[in-house]
């Protein structure tokens, strides 16, 4: 390996592209190979390794309403559960899209080569999933995060005009009247600068788990994303809107966090308190443990609070009443993940289950058509946006987010770019001051340290905006953010100033995005006066109806980031009439 | 956070290609810690460039793969507790090295554009219904598409580690990836021509040293290998043929 350029040099290499896409999960391949279909030459940066996103994480299914197990099922029925999980406050027309479209999207990545359980008369296999009417999870075992990525990787790969830049992070973006024109980046293994030019910029880097201590969120979700569109002029939304997933595992301390699949539920799994009590009984008594997850989660913190909790602070998760044989097949890395990693042999024994953070239903605003943000060319799909899950996401709908829009998005960002000439230039002094700010902790060796930052944020997020917060809370949540940022002015990389893969450094441009993801989330949930899905205030524990059609939305004014209250548009009738239609009952077969 | 009282002797290869060497860091040992944390808390207190690759910490990325006690595995699931003494990690040896525990994997990448990709017959690609395949079918190449590309298997061959010929053979992973797609029972294409010549599948000489430390238990000598092995001689290697050369051989001599 070479040496890496020194801590003040500020040379760069430009790349000319099309379309660059940032983020090699599922929105962000979906959304390559779909520019790349359309004619141009794409771009693709990712994080980390290609196929290492936190996409491959995903375990329990994609949703799509393909009627192979349940016959009655339909987009209407997928619909209707999407906005009602929603509390509807999603865009509706988000919504009404992903359940059109996600059967052919699902179809069509089988075409590409990916591999499904399948039912016995040879089509996709598809398993209940909390709050979903009908079993509509396409799925392989607990592993369908990972084929779908792998299968978009290896489609990515073999299309022409395609190059990807593994290991790459965005610093900055850059606009030009009111168009993006580019980015800068810098290279990890060589510590190397980049500056982008492109006709257009689809952003699909994901969400921001990561500012919170228990999470089940890759190294990587660090919101970034959401904060370079924030910087660069674009709306954000609805960042009070968190998911707390309700099962992770909590013991031992050192895999806190790490996500149980919502397939051991839905292939049967129960939840019961230390007095055995299967407590969803009194949570929700028709849905029990296939609830939505805001009131699962909400549920065992409830047991937990009220003293019913075990040891370790969660509840007991318990699937052990199928044949071992069974669970092994249907819930392969979840039965090794707790062999190896707490030494439970789950067909014995009950895990021990608590809520971690895992899903951003808040993010980038955005056309739902296009996935068009208000600045030009700039476009967002998957976690990094908002609206589809509006306050609650139900499991499965994820993965079918990324392929809907992601091809959707991938499409129009394609054509923008086609009709839009050549790519324009960042201005210079802007490129200037990038820099600077980027390669500002390498040249102060005794700048406080980005992990030691990195951690008070996570404690902080986690202590002051948990599962069921106040107005006190929320708002020393906020001071102490606007503290941070202060003290990241003058951050580190905590001594060391080489550029060769400098974690270090990393860590501190990390931080940067961490602190406005925190700022967002903390303004716009003291701004939201209610409790609605997964944002529970005990301060106003009840949904207000006038706020059911408000978005707050976040952008950066004058004096720093402001929230506003923005009315959604009304619902269409026909799609309110779907949405309370009564669909027929599902009674399983046994499966075993 | 409970402290043991005798904290972990954790000895980390720090450097680049050229130089480098073992830095021991003295850890807190806390319950169910994995290894991938103790560097973890070496960097953030000890070593803040310790360069180390790492992503999910839940054995679902494959990113960080290194050498533990001399062994092949992911980090983020070898228990602490698993190991009495010091622990020491090394670097993957199979590829160049970037600095401390990262190394440059991209030649893996390389290769996999070679494979062709997943190819289904025409008369499947115009199929205006959705396929059908039945479970046991699909179970065959179900343990192929475990695989979370750690490159703990490449590292290990005999064949990339210890004659470099990464010139001559793609390595355990890629035979992975193409038993995936020749056993597909959607897909039509004949990889056995690349089997034979530029993937160099002869070049195994079934150690199983792969299959040991593969972190997904894939059987990869059992179940890719071997049959990949059976399917190229099938094609190229005719009993008859083979057995009138001997004869012509032996009459000649």
Redesign the interface.
């Known amino acids: 390996m070479e040496p890496g350029p020194d801590a003040m040099d500020t040379a760069y290499e430009t790349v000319e592209t099309d379309v660059l896409v940032i983020g090699a999960g599922g929105a962000g391949l979906r959304g390559a190979i779909a520019a790349a279909e359309s004619g141009c030459r794409v771009t693709v940066i990712c994080k980390s390794l290609l196929g290492k996103a936190h996409t491959v994480m995903a375990e329990g299914g994609m949703a799509a309403a393909l009627g192979n197990v349940a016959g009655q099922d339909s987009w209407e029925a997928h619909f209707a559960d999407t906005m009602k999980g929603g509390k509807l406050l999603n865009n509706w027309r988000m919504a009404e899209i992903h359940a059109q479209e996600a059967p052919d999207r699902v179809l069509e990545l089988e075409r590409w080569g990916a591999v499904f359980d399948r039912t016995h008369s040879g089509l996709i296999h598809q398993r209940p999933f909390g709050a979903h009417t009908y079993p509509r999870l396409a799925h392989i075992g607990d592993r369908t995060g990972l084929e779908l990525i792998r299968t978009l990787q290896d489609r990515l790969v073999h299309r022409q005009n395609v190059d990807v830049h593994m290991e790459v992070t965005v610093a900055r973006l850059f606009a030009s009247a009111g168009r993006i024109v580019g980015a800068l980046a810098y290279r990890r293994a060589d510590g190397g600068l980049l500056l982008y030019r492109a006709r257009a910029v689809l952003l699909a880097t994901g969400g921001a788990g990561r500012i919170y201590r228990v999470t089940s969120n890759s190294w990587e979700c660090t919101g970034d994303g959401t904060a370079l569109a924030y910087e660069v002029g674009a709306e954000l939304q609805d960042c009070e809107m968190v998911q707390f997933h309700p099962t992770g595992m909590v013991w031992p301390a050192g895999v806190r966090g790490i996500l149980v699949t919502e397939g051991v539920r839905g292939e049967g799994g129960v939840l019961r308190n230390k007095d055995g009590e299967r407590f969803m009984e009194r949570y929700d008594p028709e849905r029990m443990e296939l609830s939505s997850r805001d009131v699962v989660a909400r549920a065992i913190n409830s047991e937990v609070v009220a003293g019913r909790g075990t040891d370790h602070g969660g509840a007991y998760l318990d699937i052990s009443h199928k044949s071992p044989d069974y669970i092994r097949r249907k819930l392969p890395s979840m039965y090794e993940q707790f062999l190896k990693l707490a030494r439970v042999d789950i067909t014995k024994g009950p895990m021990e289950v608590a809520p971690t953070i895992h899903y951003y239903m808040g993010g980038v605003r955005v056309d739902p058509e296009t996935g068009a943000t208000r600045v030009g060319g700039l476009f967002a799909a998957g976690e990094v946006t908002s609206g589809l899950h509006g306050a609650n996401r139900l499991g499965g709908n994820s993965l079918t987010d990324l392929l809907v829009f992601g091809k959707r998005v991938g499409e129009a960002a394609a054509a923008h770019a086609l009709q839009h000439g050549k790519a324009g230039a960042p201005r210079s002094p802007e490129v200037a001051e990038a820099i600077a700010c980027l390669l500002g902790p390498l040249q102060r060796p005794e700048g406080e340290s980005p992990y030691r930052l990195q951690a008070e944020l996570q404690d902080l997020c986690s202590k002051y905006a948990p599962i069921i917060r106040d107005k006190p809370g929320l708002e020393e949540g906020l001071s102490r953010v606007a503290d941070l940022a202060e003290r990241s002015r003058t951050v580190g990389t905590g001594g060391p100033t080489g550029r060769v893969f400098n974690p270090g450094w990393h860590t501190a441009q990390d931080l940067r995005n961490m602190l406005v993801n925190a700022e967002a989330l903390f303004r716009s949930a003291l701004a939201r006066k209610e409790s609605r899905g997964a944002h529970t205030r005990s301060d106003y524990p009840n949904p207000d109806p006038s706020l059911a059609t408000l978005n707050y939305v976040v952008s950066e004014g004058t004096e720093g980031m402001t929230v506003q209250g923005i009315g959604a548009e009304p619902i269409p009738d026909g799609l309110v009439s779907i949405i309370n239609r009564s669909y027929e009952k599902y009674t399983p077969e046994e499966t075993e | 956070?409970?402290v043991s009282i005798s904290p972990l002797k954790l000895s980390v290869f720090r450097g680049?290609?050229d130089r480098g060497e073992m830095v021991a860091y003295s850890v807190p040992v806390?319950?169910?810690?994995?290894v991938l944390?103790a560097v973890l808390w070496a960097?953030?207190?000890l070593a803040?460039?310790?360069?180390?690759?790492?992503?999910?910490?839940?054995?679902?990325?494959?990113?960080c793969a290194a050498e533990v006690n001399g062994f092949p595995r992911l980090l983020c699931?070898s228990?602490v507790d698993d190991y009495a003494g010091e622990i020491s990690v090394r670097p993957m040896a199979a590829f160049?090295?970037?600095?401390?525990l990262?190394t440059?994997?991209?030649w893996n990448?390389e290769v996999?554009?070679r494979i062709?990709?997943?190819t289904?017959p025409e008369a499947d690609?115009h199929d205006p219904e959705?396929?059908?395949?039945?479970?046991v079918d699909?179970d065959r190449?179900?343990e192929f598409?475990?695989?979370?590309?750690c490159f703990l298997c490449q590292d290990v061959c005999h064949v990339l580690r210890n004659h470099g010929r990464t010139d001559a053979y793609f390595g355990p992973r890629f035979m992975v990836r193409m038993a995936s797609?020749e056993m597909?029972p959607?897909?039509g294409l004949d990889r056995r021509p690349l089997l034979k010549g530029d993937a160099g599948v002869g070049f195994c000489n079934i150690t199983k040293c792969c299959q040991e430390v593969c972190p997904e238990h894939i059987h990869i000598t059992d179940n890719a290998i071997i049959p990949l092995k059976e399917r190229t001689a099938d094609a190229y290697f005719d009993p008859i043929r083979a057995l009138t050369r001997r004869l012509g051989r032996r009459s000649a001599g």
Not at chain 2, 130 to 135: A, H, N, V, Y
């Open positions: 956070m409970t680049e290609a806390r319950e169910g810690m994995v944390d960097q953030a207190n803040p460039d310790l360069a180390v690759r790492w992503n999910c910490k839940a054995a679902k990325c494959g990113s699931k228990p160049p090295l970037i600095r401390d990262v440059d994997v991209s990448y996999n554009k062709p990709e997943f289904p690609q959705p396929w059908r395949m039945q479970q699909v190449v179900i598409r475990k695989c979370i590309e797609l597909h959607k897909d």
